[in-house]
């Protein structure tokens, strides 16, 4: 019964996650230390549970306990330190530091993250020998310590530990009981290597009537290694001898593990472009950037009187540029490691290549630019499609749809987009992404423009011109009615595609569409050439508009199947091409040039073989 029981527990723990009672700032460690008298409470009660409650409630990443027997008679033969593991759900590290009646006597290690190595180190003791318990982790190490009741035995130690971790090429963390206050020669000899992380103005010690603080949290620093500690504290509680306290520390990073994507650019028009970059952790960013790589104006983003900082999403907008201009520019992010309302801690800064992109210009007739679609994440796909391009100098890329799958987790789409934007050259040319109907699925479905431009600034549809073609793009949604079982009554795409309608009416009485020498339309789900689907999202509500609008060249997508449907076939006033399918045997890249009057439509299969040409 005591098993199930346990175990039971022990699901609950590992299903229900960690709680969060002092919640936790993000990209932080949450480090414990606790001296726990082998779990005998001030009421002289032994009660495991009750110290594996408070660790629970707390929910550190990793905890230094001292005081730990193991499988000694006076545990009854219970190794405490498994025991808590077993109770939190966490991985154990043991140090003996000296045989104890029947078994072991010392310290211990309990973390989330399983570690990659420890040893345990010798200190001097003349009441008992002590240890330092050295836990290797990915990105840092933790010492776990008890020191002696002898001033020099404790002075001692200090240079012990100095020598312990000097070759670590990782940030170090000391927790532990070091028997010495604030003001001591001991805390004197530390503070020439390390800086104390932990409340120094809260006694931990006796948990009853606390009058000393002898617990602590250091971070070493020799090696230029930073600790900003976004909160601390020490927990009342009874349960030991001593109060357990904790730190969130937030660790600096390499500049070289700062930036998560490389530049990506976005909204191309003839006086702007929109940069957009991920970092890996909280940053302060900026762009530099001039027609002169040489001498580069910084600019970074501000709303209402504030720079956008401390956020890993980074969007810049330049604007005022001049047409047809190339520009040069390189993007800078600054860790912040620590924002509070008056003090504000930096970490490294990243800075990027300098790259360049060109401006649109309504004057220059020419351009090329590639169409992909239906990629759904298919990095394998999407390279080989590429390499039929790569040769071929782009000024921009469309992404017509359903090129990221069901949109789960930002992690994916971020993988996904940056894929993407690595292979086409992203930092130096602007790529457009619509929205299939894939797209509107999944948990960040609504956040994916976080990381996309719309190209109508507001909105995912929009229009521009690259020199004298119009482009006009589209948004259809999803595939099936509103009221689908499967939606839950959380979409509302007729109204959407009505609003485009209106857009639509309006786009083309526009004087630059009417002046435009070439039209193309883009949008995923085709008006035209569905055969007896029953259901044609768009037909309905752009199709009347559609008939009077004269586009040379509709290109669309989703059907997984390449089609050419030639102008009047099926009620369309212009010629429609269908993009291929997500697989090898069905996959198509289209190129569209435009040089001087003339627009060329050329669509290649995965061997590089021309499916279609089409003279516009």
Avoid at 233 to 250: E, G, K
Avoid at 353 to 379: E, R
Avoid at 519 to 533: A, E, F, S
Wanted: charge should be negative; proline fraction near 4%; hydrophobic fraction near 40%.
């Amino acid at each position: 019964m005591k098993k199930i029981l346990l175990f039971s527990y022990l699901l609950f723990f590992i299903f229900t996650g960690y709680a969060q009672s002092y919640q936790q700032t993000e990209n932080t460690i949450r480090v414990m230390s606790y001296n726990i008298r082998n779990g005998i409470g001030m009421d002289n009660v032994v009660d495991y549970q009750r110290i594996a409650d408070i660790i629970y409630d707390v929910a550190p990443d990793v905890v230094a306990l001292q005081e730990l027997d193991s499988v000694t008679n006076r545990s009854k033969g219970v190794d405490v330190l498994s025991q808590l593991a077993r109770l939190t759900a966490m991985f154990p590290v043991y140090g003996a530091s000296i045989p104890y009646d029947g078994g072991k006597y010392g310290i211990g290690v309990l973390s989330k993250e399983k570690p990659v190595s420890w040893k345990r180190i010798a200190l001097p003791g003349r009441e008992e020998e002590r240890s330092l318990l050295l836990v290797e982790f990915k990105d840092y190490v933790l010492g776990c310590t008890h020191f002696s009741l002898t001033a020099d035995d404790r002075l001692a130690s200090v240079g012990i530990i100095d020598q312990a971790v000097k070759d670590f090429d990782k940030p170090v963390i000391l927790a532990g009981d070091i028997n010495a206050t604030p003001v001591s020669p001991v805390l004197d000899a530390f503070r020439q290597n390390w800086t104390v992380l932990s409340d120094t103005a809260k006694f931990t010690s006796p948990s009853d009537n606390p009058r000393r603080k002898i617990d602590y949290i250091m971070g070493y620093t020799p090696k230029g290694y930073t600790y900003s500690v976004w909160q601390k504290f020490v927990l009342n509680t009874l349960a030991s001898d001593h109060l357990p306290l904790f730190a969130d520390i937030r660790l600096k990073t390499d500049k070289a593990d700062i930036f998560r994507t490389p530049a990506y650019l976005q909204n191309p028009s003839t006086d702007g472009m929109t940069v957009m970059w991920v970092t890996n952790v909280p940053c302060h960013s900026w762009l530099e950037y001039g027609t002169d790589s040489l001498n580069m104006q910084h600019v970074q983003t501000w709303e209402e009187g504030i720079v956008m900082s401390n956020n890993t999403m980074n969007r810049i907008r330049l604007t005022g540029l001049q047409p047809g201009t190339r520009y040069y520019y390189r993007i800078c992010s600054r860790e912040i490691i620590l924002y509070q309302p008056y003090l504000k801690e930096f970490g490294e800064t990243a800075m990027s290549h300098i790259a360049s992109f060109t401006t649109l210009d309504n004057n220059k007739t020419d351009f090329t630019a590639v169409i992909f679609n239906d990629l759904h994440d298919g990095y394998p796909l999407f390279d080989k499609l590429l390499q039929h391009v790569n040769n071929i100098p782009y000024d921009i890329v469309f992404f017509n749809g359903d090129c990221i799958a069901d949109v789960q987790t930002e992690t994916i789409a971020l993988n996904t987009i940056s894929h993407y934007s690595r292979g086409i050259g992203g930092d130096k040319v602007p790529s457009v992404f619509l929205r299939g109907n894939h797209e509107t699925r999944g948990a960040y479905a609504p956040f994916l423009w976080n990381l996309l431009g719309k190209i109508g600034g507001d909105h995912s549809y929009g229009a521009f011109n690259i020199g004298d073609t119009r482009f006009v793009v589209l948004d259809c949604g999803e595939d099936k009615p509103d009221d689908t079982w499967v939606y839950y009554g959380l979409n509302d795409f007729t109204k959407f595609r009505k609003d485009q309608a209106d857009f639509l009416k309006k786009e083309i009485e526009s004087k630059a569409f009417i002046m435009a020498m070439k039209r193309v339309l883009l949008h995923h789900i085709p008006v035209y050439g569905m055969g007896t689907r029953s259901f044609v999202p768009s037909r309905d509500l752009w199709g009347e508009v559609l008939s009077k609008a004269s586009f040379d060249i509709c290109l669309n997508a989703h059907t997984h199947r390449f089609n050419y449907i030639s102008k009047g076939t099926d009620g369309n006033n212009f010629p429609v091409v269908v993009g291929g399918s997500s697989n090898e045997q069905g996959a198509t890249v289209a190129i569209l040039r435009k040089h001087g009057k003339q627009m060329t439509l050329t669509v290649l299969n995965i061997e590089g073989e021309t499916l279609l040409t089409l003279e516009l």
